[in-house]
Protein backbone atom coordinates (compact mmCIF):
# COMPACT_ATOMS: atom_id res chain seq x y z
CA UNK A 1 0.00 0.00 0.00
CA UNK A 2 1.18 3.51 -0.80
CA UNK A 3 2.37 5.17 2.06
CA UNK A 4 1.74 9.10 1.07
CA UNK A 5 -0.47 9.67 3.19
CA UNK A 6 -3.16 12.78 1.34
CA UNK A 7 -3.68 16.29 3.86
CA UNK A 8 -7.22 17.30 3.41
CA UNK A 9 -7.45 20.84 5.59
CA UNK A 10 -10.97 21.85 6.81
CA UNK A 11 -10.05 24.89 8.19
CA UNK A 12 -11.97 26.84 6.02
CA UNK A 13 -15.40 24.68 6.33
CA UNK A 14 -15.46 22.57 10.00
CA UNK A 15 -12.41 24.95 11.85
CA UNK A 16 -14.76 27.94 10.66
CA UNK A 17 -17.95 26.71 12.13
CA UNK A 18 -16.45 27.50 15.43
CA UNK A 19 -18.63 30.32 16.97
CA UNK A 20 -17.09 33.79 16.53
CA UNK A 21 -14.58 32.15 13.43
CA UNK A 22 -16.42 33.29 10.48
CA UNK A 23 -14.15 35.15 7.96
CA UNK A 24 -15.00 36.98 5.02
CA UNK A 25 -14.03 36.33 1.55
CA UNK A 26 -10.62 38.21 1.38
CA UNK A 27 -9.86 36.29 4.36
CA UNK A 28 -10.59 32.78 3.25
CA UNK A 29 -8.60 33.28 0.21
CA UNK A 30 -5.45 34.50 2.22
CA UNK A 31 -6.23 31.89 4.31
CA UNK A 32 -6.20 29.22 1.36
CA UNK A 33 -3.06 30.48 -0.52
CA UNK A 34 -1.05 29.86 2.51
CA UNK A 35 -2.39 26.62 3.01
CA UNK A 36 -1.28 26.21 -0.73
CA UNK A 37 2.25 27.44 0.23
CA UNK A 38 1.82 24.73 3.38
CA UNK A 39 1.38 21.83 0.93
CA UNK A 40 -1.85 21.04 1.77
CA UNK A 41 -3.45 18.49 -0.99
CA UNK A 42 -7.03 19.24 -0.32
CA UNK A 43 -8.92 22.68 0.83
CA UNK A 44 -12.13 21.85 1.86
CA UNK A 45 -13.26 25.53 1.20
CA UNK A 46 -17.03 25.39 2.50
CA UNK A 47 -20.77 24.21 2.03
CA UNK A 48 -21.84 26.43 -0.71
CA UNK A 49 -25.61 25.76 -0.26
CA UNK A 50 -25.39 27.19 3.43
CA UNK A 51 -24.91 30.74 2.43
CA UNK A 52 -24.40 33.43 -0.54
CA UNK A 53 -20.97 33.95 1.57
CA UNK A 54 -20.23 30.38 1.45
CA UNK A 55 -21.11 29.76 -2.26
CA UNK A 56 -19.05 33.19 -2.98
CA UNK A 57 -15.54 32.02 -0.77
CA UNK A 58 -15.91 28.36 -2.77
CA UNK A 59 -15.81 30.22 -6.27
CA UNK A 60 -12.89 32.65 -5.21
CA UNK A 61 -10.86 30.34 -3.45
CA UNK A 62 -11.20 27.87 -6.68
CA UNK A 63 -9.82 30.77 -8.63
CA UNK A 64 -7.28 31.73 -6.13
CA UNK A 65 -5.18 28.41 -5.95
CA UNK A 66 -4.24 26.11 -8.16
CA UNK A 67 -2.11 23.04 -6.54
CA UNK A 68 -4.77 21.91 -3.88
CA UNK A 69 -8.01 19.81 -4.69
CA UNK A 70 -10.68 22.24 -3.73
CA UNK A 71 -13.63 20.64 -2.17
CA UNK A 72 -17.23 21.88 -1.17
CA UNK A 73 -19.50 20.40 1.14
CA UNK A 74 -23.08 18.84 0.42
CA UNK A 75 -25.61 16.85 2.28
CA UNK A 76 -27.11 14.07 0.57
CA UNK A 77 -29.61 16.52 -1.45
CA UNK A 78 -29.53 17.13 -5.06
CA UNK A 79 -30.21 20.51 -4.55
CA UNK A 80 -26.80 21.22 -2.73
CA UNK A 81 -24.67 18.88 -5.04
CA UNK A 82 -25.68 21.21 -8.42
CA UNK A 83 -24.68 24.22 -6.29
CA UNK A 84 -21.42 23.06 -5.10
CA UNK A 85 -20.86 21.41 -9.05
CA UNK A 86 -21.34 25.40 -9.46
CA UNK A 87 -19.03 26.63 -7.22
CA UNK A 88 -16.69 24.69 -7.88
CA UNK A 89 -16.61 25.89 -11.29
CA UNK A 90 -13.16 27.38 -11.78
CA UNK A 91 -11.21 25.02 -9.87
CA UNK A 92 -8.57 23.14 -11.88
CA UNK A 93 -9.28 19.80 -9.42
CA UNK A 94 -12.95 19.78 -7.66
CA UNK A 95 -14.50 17.60 -5.56
CA UNK A 96 -17.55 17.17 -3.89
CA UNK A 97 -18.07 16.03 -0.46
CA UNK A 98 -21.02 14.27 0.06
CA UNK A 99 -22.83 12.19 2.46
CA UNK A 100 -25.21 11.46 4.87
CA UNK A 101 -25.98 10.17 9.02
CA UNK A 102 -25.40 6.29 9.86
CA UNK A 103 -25.69 5.65 13.13
CA UNK A 104 -28.89 4.79 15.07
CA UNK A 105 -29.23 8.62 15.94
CA UNK A 106 -28.86 9.72 12.75
CA UNK A 107 -30.49 7.23 10.58
CA UNK A 108 -33.77 6.53 13.44
CA UNK A 109 -33.42 10.09 14.94
CA UNK A 110 -32.37 12.96 12.70
CA UNK A 111 -33.23 11.40 9.59
CA UNK A 112 -36.62 9.48 10.75
CA UNK A 113 -35.35 6.67 8.02
CA UNK A 114 -33.88 3.61 8.10
CA UNK A 115 -30.77 1.67 7.23
CA UNK A 116 -31.92 0.66 3.49
CA UNK A 117 -33.12 3.86 2.77
CA UNK A 118 -30.34 5.97 3.96
CA UNK A 119 -27.86 3.37 1.56
CA UNK A 120 -30.43 4.34 -1.17
CA UNK A 121 -30.18 7.61 -0.61
CA UNK A 122 -25.83 8.05 -0.06
CA UNK A 123 -25.61 6.21 -3.64
CA UNK A 124 -27.50 8.26 -5.00
CA UNK A 125 -25.78 11.46 -4.10
CA UNK A 126 -22.60 10.04 -5.04
CA UNK A 127 -24.12 9.02 -8.41
CA UNK A 128 -25.58 12.93 -8.95
CA UNK A 129 -22.27 14.23 -7.67
CA UNK A 130 -20.20 11.75 -10.20
CA UNK A 131 -22.57 13.44 -12.98
CA UNK A 132 -20.46 17.18 -12.65
CA UNK A 133 -17.05 15.83 -11.06
CA UNK A 134 -14.72 12.80 -11.41
CA UNK A 135 -13.38 12.93 -7.77
CA UNK A 136 -16.41 12.54 -5.26
CA UNK A 137 -15.77 11.80 -1.16
CA UNK A 138 -18.63 10.18 0.68
CA UNK A 139 -18.98 10.86 4.11
CA UNK A 140 -20.62 8.36 6.59
CA UNK A 141 -21.86 10.91 9.54
CA UNK A 142 -21.37 9.78 12.81
CA UNK A 143 -19.43 6.94 11.68
CA UNK A 144 -17.73 6.55 15.04
CA UNK A 145 -20.93 5.39 16.23
CA UNK A 146 -22.14 3.51 13.38
CA UNK A 147 -22.24 -0.65 13.75
CA UNK A 148 -19.39 -1.93 11.28
CA UNK A 149 -21.48 -4.45 9.76
CA UNK A 150 -24.08 -2.00 8.55
CA UNK A 151 -20.79 0.76 7.60
CA UNK A 152 -18.90 -1.75 5.69
CA UNK A 153 -22.83 -2.21 3.24
CA UNK A 154 -22.58 1.59 2.63
CA UNK A 155 -19.28 2.12 2.07
CA UNK A 156 -19.41 -0.99 -0.77
CA UNK A 157 -22.71 0.40 -1.73
CA UNK A 158 -21.06 4.47 -2.71
CA UNK A 159 -17.66 3.00 -3.71
CA UNK A 160 -19.84 1.03 -6.73
CA UNK A 161 -21.67 4.13 -7.15
CA UNK A 162 -18.58 5.96 -8.07
CA UNK A 163 -17.05 7.52 -4.68
CA UNK A 164 -13.42 7.63 -4.96
CA UNK A 165 -13.08 8.90 -1.55
CA UNK A 166 -14.54 7.55 1.77
CA UNK A 167 -14.77 9.64 4.94
CA UNK A 168 -15.08 7.85 7.92
CA UNK A 169 -15.87 10.25 10.68
CA UNK A 170 -15.97 9.96 14.11
CA UNK A 171 -17.88 13.06 14.16
CA UNK A 172 -18.59 13.49 18.37
CA UNK A 173 -15.38 12.19 19.48
CA UNK A 174 -16.61 9.40 20.93
CA UNK A 175 -13.98 6.13 19.66
CA UNK A 176 -10.67 5.11 21.40
CA UNK A 177 -7.56 4.98 19.09
CA UNK A 178 -8.49 1.21 19.37
CA UNK A 179 -11.50 1.24 18.51
CA UNK A 180 -11.62 3.45 15.30
CA UNK A 181 -8.54 1.65 14.01
CA UNK A 182 -10.43 -1.70 14.64
CA UNK A 183 -12.83 0.00 12.63
CA UNK A 184 -10.68 1.23 9.71
CA UNK A 185 -9.39 -2.02 9.57
CA UNK A 186 -12.64 -3.55 9.24
CA UNK A 187 -13.92 -2.05 6.10
CA UNK A 188 -10.10 -2.81 4.38
CA UNK A 189 -11.67 -6.53 4.86
CA UNK A 190 -14.58 -6.44 4.64
CA UNK A 191 -15.47 -4.15 1.62
CA UNK A 192 -14.92 -6.02 -1.45
CA UNK A 193 -14.35 -3.19 -3.85
CA UNK A 194 -12.09 -0.99 -0.92
CA UNK A 195 -9.02 -0.88 -3.24
CA UNK A 196 -11.09 1.91 -5.78
CA UNK A 197 -11.03 4.31 -3.04
CA UNK A 198 -9.19 6.23 -0.40
CA UNK A 199 -10.32 5.88 2.74
CA UNK A 200 -10.10 9.24 4.95
CA UNK A 201 -10.45 9.92 9.02
CA UNK A 202 -12.32 12.33 9.92
CA UNK A 203 -12.00 12.92 13.78
CA UNK A 204 -13.44 15.08 16.31
CA UNK A 205 -11.86 16.10 19.87
CA UNK A 206 -14.20 15.45 22.68
CA UNK A 207 -12.47 13.17 24.31
CA UNK A 208 -8.87 14.69 23.24
CA UNK A 209 -7.93 11.57 21.26
CA UNK A 210 -8.41 13.50 17.91
CA UNK A 211 -4.71 13.24 17.20
CA UNK A 212 -4.53 9.63 18.49
CA UNK A 213 -7.41 8.38 16.89
CA UNK A 214 -6.39 9.70 13.02
CA UNK A 215 -2.83 7.77 13.72
CA UNK A 216 -4.76 4.74 14.38
CA UNK A 217 -6.32 5.20 11.02
CA UNK A 218 -3.45 5.57 8.82
CA UNK A 219 -1.80 2.96 10.66
CA UNK A 220 -4.88 0.65 9.86
CA UNK A 221 -5.09 1.62 6.16
CA UNK A 222 -6.85 4.79 5.83
CA UNK A 223 -4.61 7.42 3.83
CA UNK A 224 -6.42 10.97 3.81
CA UNK A 225 -6.59 12.17 6.91
CA UNK A 226 -9.57 15.62 7.64
CA UNK A 227 -7.21 18.39 10.18
CA UNK A 228 -7.78 21.74 10.78
CA UNK A 229 -5.01 24.29 11.86
CA UNK A 230 -4.68 24.36 15.62
CA UNK A 231 -7.38 22.17 15.73
CA UNK A 232 -9.73 24.54 15.34
CA UNK A 233 -13.36 22.68 15.00
CA UNK A 234 -16.86 22.46 16.27
CA UNK A 235 -16.92 22.00 19.96
CA UNK A 236 -13.57 20.61 20.91
CA UNK A 237 -12.42 20.97 17.84
CA UNK A 238 -10.91 18.46 14.95
CA UNK A 239 -7.50 16.71 14.55
CA UNK A 240 -4.72 19.18 14.32
CA UNK A 241 -2.35 19.31 11.09
CA UNK A 242 0.63 20.19 13.07
CA UNK A 243 0.28 17.06 15.30
CA UNK A 244 -0.44 15.02 12.43
CA UNK A 245 2.23 16.26 10.51
CA UNK A 246 4.94 16.41 12.94
CA UNK A 247 3.93 12.36 14.48
CA UNK A 248 4.66 11.80 11.20
CA UNK A 249 7.97 13.14 10.73
CA UNK A 250 9.01 12.37 14.03
CA UNK A 251 7.99 8.47 13.89
CA UNK A 252 10.41 7.64 10.82
CA UNK A 253 9.24 4.06 12.22
CA UNK A 254 5.75 4.52 10.71
CA UNK A 255 7.04 5.44 7.06
CA UNK A 256 4.27 7.34 6.15
CA UNK A 257 4.88 10.81 4.05
CA UNK A 258 3.52 13.84 3.48
CA UNK A 259 3.43 17.08 1.25
CA UNK A 260 3.23 19.53 3.48
CA UNK A 261 6.49 21.81 4.10
CA UNK A 262 5.98 22.14 7.85
CA UNK A 263 8.64 25.34 7.90
CA UNK A 264 5.65 27.05 7.17
CA UNK A 265 3.16 25.06 9.90
CA UNK A 266 3.99 28.27 12.16
CA UNK A 267 3.46 31.11 9.69
CA UNK A 268 0.06 29.31 8.59
CA UNK A 269 -0.81 28.50 12.36
CA UNK A 270 -0.45 32.51 13.45
CA UNK A 271 -2.50 33.45 10.34
CA UNK A 272 -5.61 31.38 11.29
CA UNK A 273 -5.41 32.11 15.01
CA UNK A 274 -4.70 36.37 13.85
CA UNK A 275 -8.09 36.10 11.22
CA UNK A 276 -10.50 33.74 13.42
CA UNK A 277 -9.79 35.76 16.42
CA UNK A 278 -8.98 32.30 17.91
CA UNK A 279 -6.27 32.41 20.19
CA UNK A 280 -3.91 29.62 20.26
CA UNK A 281 -3.22 27.82 23.95
CA UNK A 282 -0.34 28.47 25.16
CA UNK A 283 0.98 24.63 25.86
CA UNK A 284 -0.60 23.34 22.31
CA UNK A 285 1.11 20.68 21.37
CA UNK A 286 3.50 22.05 18.12
CA UNK A 287 2.23 25.58 18.07
CA UNK A 288 1.71 26.83 21.02
CA UNK A 289 4.06 29.60 22.41
CA UNK A 290 5.36 27.28 25.56
CA UNK A 291 6.00 24.45 22.36
CA UNK A 292 9.72 25.10 22.66
CA UNK A 293 10.17 27.04 25.85
CA UNK A 294 11.79 25.71 28.67
CA UNK A 295 12.28 27.46 32.27
CA UNK A 296 13.51 24.93 34.82
CA UNK A 297 17.45 25.75 35.31
CA UNK A 298 17.91 21.79 34.82
CA UNK A 299 15.99 21.81 31.30
CA UNK A 300 17.47 24.93 30.53
CA UNK A 301 21.29 23.76 31.03
CA UNK A 302 20.14 20.40 28.96
CA UNK A 303 18.88 22.06 26.10
CA UNK A 304 21.88 24.55 25.95
CA UNK A 305 24.68 21.69 26.00
CA UNK A 306 22.13 19.28 23.13
CA UNK A 307 18.68 20.28 22.15
CA UNK A 308 17.73 17.04 21.39
CA UNK A 309 17.82 15.73 25.57
CA UNK A 310 14.33 18.11 26.19
CA UNK A 311 13.43 18.24 22.09
CA UNK A 312 11.85 15.55 19.73
CA UNK A 313 11.40 18.36 17.44
CA UNK A 314 13.61 20.76 16.02
CA UNK A 315 11.72 24.13 15.78
CA UNK A 316 13.58 25.38 13.15
CA UNK A 317 11.54 22.54 11.36
CA UNK A 318 8.35 23.87 12.24
CA UNK A 319 9.28 27.54 11.40
CA UNK A 320 10.40 28.56 14.95
CA UNK A 321 13.58 30.63 14.34
CA UNK A 322 15.14 28.75 18.22
CA UNK A 323 13.97 27.25 21.13
CA UNK A 324 13.12 29.60 24.09
CA UNK A 325 14.48 29.90 27.40
CA UNK A 326 12.05 31.09 29.33
CA UNK A 327 13.75 33.42 32.25
CA UNK A 328 12.72 32.25 35.93
CA UNK A 329 13.79 32.57 39.33
CA UNK A 330 14.41 29.05 38.58
CA UNK A 331 17.53 29.64 35.75
CA UNK A 332 21.07 29.45 36.66
CA UNK A 333 23.37 31.66 35.44
CA UNK A 334 23.91 29.72 31.85
CA UNK A 335 20.77 30.74 30.62
CA UNK A 336 20.77 34.09 31.82
CA UNK A 337 24.40 34.56 29.57
CA UNK A 338 23.33 32.90 27.17
CA UNK A 339 20.06 35.31 26.51
CA UNK A 340 22.11 38.11 27.31
CA UNK A 341 24.55 37.63 24.67
CA UNK A 342 21.63 36.85 22.29
CA UNK A 343 20.53 39.97 23.07
CA UNK A 344 24.43 41.51 22.18
CA UNK A 345 25.78 41.76 25.95
CA UNK A 346 28.59 39.86 26.74
CA UNK A 347 29.44 40.50 30.53
CA UNK A 348 32.22 39.85 32.59
CA UNK A 349 31.94 37.13 35.18
CA UNK A 350 31.77 40.12 38.01
CA UNK A 351 29.24 41.65 35.95
CA UNK A 352 27.14 38.89 34.86
CA UNK A 353 27.33 38.12 38.86
CA UNK A 354 25.78 41.46 40.02
CA UNK A 355 22.89 41.24 37.36
CA UNK A 356 22.56 37.46 38.41
CA UNK A 357 21.95 39.08 41.74
CA UNK A 358 19.53 41.52 40.78
CA UNK A 359 17.72 39.16 38.41
CA UNK A 360 16.95 36.86 41.42
CA UNK A 361 15.64 39.68 43.28
CA UNK A 362 13.26 40.46 40.21
CA UNK A 363 12.55 37.29 39.14
CA UNK A 364 11.15 36.70 42.92
CA UNK A 365 8.46 38.98 42.48
CA UNK A 366 8.31 38.48 38.69
CA UNK A 367 6.66 35.01 36.81
CA UNK A 368 8.82 35.20 34.02
CA UNK A 369 11.66 37.70 33.07
CA UNK A 370 11.54 39.60 28.81
CA UNK A 371 13.73 40.75 27.12
CA UNK A 372 13.13 44.15 28.49
CA UNK A 373 13.51 43.42 32.28
CA UNK A 374 17.15 42.52 31.41
CA UNK A 375 17.96 45.27 29.54
CA UNK A 376 16.37 46.95 32.32
CA UNK A 377 18.73 45.05 34.66
CA UNK A 378 22.12 45.32 31.81
CA UNK A 379 20.89 49.65 31.86
CA UNK A 380 21.48 49.08 35.81
CA UNK A 381 24.69 48.31 35.18
CA UNK A 382 25.65 50.57 32.31
CA UNK A 383 23.85 53.58 33.91
CA UNK A 384 27.41 55.42 34.63
CA UNK A 385 28.39 55.10 31.09
CA UNK A 386 26.14 57.06 29.68
CA UNK A 387 26.48 60.55 28.30
CA UNK A 388 23.29 61.44 29.64
CA UNK A 389 23.01 61.39 33.07
CA UNK A 390 20.30 62.73 35.32
CA UNK A 391 21.91 65.06 38.25
CA UNK A 392 18.69 66.31 39.57
CA UNK A 393 14.38 65.72 39.50
CA UNK A 394 11.80 68.21 41.11
CA UNK A 395 8.16 68.00 40.40
CA UNK A 396 5.04 70.10 41.10
CA UNK A 397 1.73 68.38 40.20
CA UNK A 398 -1.75 67.72 41.86
CA UNK A 399 -5.46 67.86 41.40
CA UNK A 400 -5.43 71.95 40.86
CA UNK A 401 -2.33 73.06 39.46
CA UNK A 402 -0.29 73.18 36.28
CA UNK A 403 2.18 70.51 36.06
CA UNK A 404 5.76 71.57 36.34
CA UNK A 405 9.11 70.03 36.08
CA UNK A 406 12.71 71.26 36.98
CA UNK A 407 15.43 68.87 35.37
CA UNK A 408 19.21 69.04 36.10
CA UNK A 409 20.71 67.24 33.80
CA UNK A 410 25.15 66.05 33.40
CA UNK A 411 25.81 65.94 29.84
CA UNK A 412 29.27 64.69 29.50
CA UNK A 413 30.49 66.43 32.69
CA UNK A 414 28.24 69.44 31.73
CA UNK A 415 25.42 70.57 34.08
CA UNK A 416 22.47 71.97 33.05
CA UNK A 417 19.26 72.91 34.41
CA UNK A 418 15.78 73.95 32.83
CA UNK A 419 12.47 74.03 34.14
CA UNK A 420 8.98 73.71 31.77
CA UNK A 421 5.14 72.96 32.07
CA UNK A 422 3.35 70.22 30.33
CA UNK A 423 -0.06 68.15 30.59
CA UNK A 424 1.26 65.92 33.11
CA UNK A 425 4.54 65.90 35.06
CA UNK A 426 5.91 63.10 32.82
CA UNK A 427 5.17 65.85 29.73
CA UNK A 428 6.55 68.55 31.70
CA UNK A 429 9.77 66.76 32.59
CA UNK A 430 10.56 65.49 29.14
CA UNK A 431 9.78 69.00 27.49
CA UNK A 432 12.48 70.68 30.13
CA UNK A 433 15.21 67.57 28.86
CA UNK A 434 14.31 68.62 25.33
CA UNK A 435 14.67 72.19 25.68
CA UNK A 436 18.21 71.42 26.65
CA UNK A 437 19.18 68.37 23.93
CA UNK A 438 16.94 69.73 21.30
CA UNK A 439 16.00 66.79 19.27
CA UNK A 440 12.94 66.03 16.27
CA UNK A 441 12.98 62.26 17.50
CA UNK A 442 8.99 61.21 18.17
CA UNK A 443 8.11 59.48 20.99
CA UNK A 444 6.41 56.73 19.43
CA UNK A 445 5.57 54.81 22.99
CA UNK A 446 5.42 55.57 26.70
CA UNK A 447 4.88 52.52 29.21
CA UNK A 448 4.42 52.20 32.85
CA UNK A 449 4.45 48.88 34.48
CA UNK A 450 4.44 47.53 37.87
CA UNK A 451 6.72 44.76 38.80
CA UNK A 452 4.45 43.49 41.39
CA UNK A 453 1.08 44.57 42.89
CA UNK A 454 1.50 46.82 45.55
CA UNK A 455 1.96 50.82 45.71
CA UNK A 456 5.61 50.31 46.86
CA UNK A 457 6.67 48.71 44.25
CA UNK A 458 9.11 49.17 41.52
CA UNK A 459 7.77 51.05 38.16
CA UNK A 460 9.14 49.96 35.03
CA UNK A 461 9.17 52.33 32.22
CA UNK A 462 9.36 51.72 28.38
CA UNK A 463 9.81 54.22 25.94
CA UNK A 464 10.22 53.94 22.19
CA UNK A 465 11.69 57.02 20.05
CA UNK A 466 11.98 57.18 16.26
CA UNK A 467 13.97 59.37 14.35
CA UNK A 468 14.63 59.47 10.38
CA UNK A 469 13.43 55.73 9.98
CA UNK A 470 15.77 54.72 13.67
CA UNK A 471 13.52 53.14 16.68
CA UNK A 472 15.15 53.04 19.75
CA UNK A 473 13.80 51.76 22.89
CA UNK A 474 14.60 53.11 26.70
CA UNK A 475 14.26 51.57 29.68
CA UNK A 476 14.04 52.92 33.35
CA UNK A 477 13.50 51.22 36.47
CA UNK A 478 12.47 52.95 40.04
CA UNK A 479 10.16 52.73 43.09
CA UNK A 480 9.42 56.43 41.64
CA UNK A 481 7.88 56.39 38.15
CA UNK A 482 8.77 59.85 37.58
CA UNK A 483 12.61 59.04 37.63
CA UNK A 484 12.50 55.62 36.12
CA UNK A 485 10.13 57.67 33.32
CA UNK A 486 13.32 60.38 32.80
CA UNK A 487 16.06 58.00 33.08
CA UNK A 488 14.15 55.63 30.07
CA UNK A 489 13.61 58.80 28.24
CA UNK A 490 17.28 59.79 28.57
CA UNK A 491 18.53 56.21 27.88
CA UNK A 492 16.59 56.52 24.75
CA UNK A 493 17.85 59.63 23.56
CA UNK A 494 21.75 58.94 24.46
CA UNK A 495 21.05 55.73 22.32
CA UNK A 496 19.49 58.13 19.23
CA UNK A 497 22.32 60.53 19.85
O1 LIG B 1 -17.85 15.66 11.66
C1 LIG B 1 -18.44 15.30 10.62
O2 LIG B 1 -19.06 14.26 10.57
C2 LIG B 1 -18.37 16.20 9.48
C3 LIG B 1 -18.92 15.70 8.18
C4 LIG B 1 -19.84 16.69 7.59
C5 LIG B 1 -17.81 15.33 7.28
O3 LIG B 1 -17.83 17.28 9.58
ZN1 LIG C 1 -16.54 17.34 11.35
Redesign the pocket.
Known sequence: MDNKVYIFDTTLR?GEQVPGCQLNTIEKIEVARQLEKLGVDIIEAGFPISSPGDFNSVVEISKAVSNPTICA?TRAVKKDIEVAADALKYAKRGRI?T?IGTSPYHIYQKLNSNPDEIIERGVAAVKYARQFVDDVEF?A??AGRSDNEYLARVIEAVIAAGATVV?I?D?TGYCLPSEYGEKIAYLVNNVPNIDKAIIST?C?NDLGMATANTLSGIINGARQVEVTLNGLG?RAGNTALEEVVMAIKAHKDLDFTTAIDAKQIIKTSKLVSTLMRMPVQANKAIVGRNAFAHSSGIHQDGVLKNRETYEIIDPADVGVKESSIVLTARSGRAALKHRLEVLGYTLDQEKLDQVYKNFLILADSKKDIADEDLEVLVGHEKKEERVLKLDNLQVICGKSCIPSATVTLNFNGKIMTKNAIGDGPVDAAFKAIRKMIPTEAVLEEYLVQAVTRGSDDIGKVHVQLALDGKTVHGFGANVDILTASVWAYLDALSKIM
Open positions: DLHGYEDNPTHHE
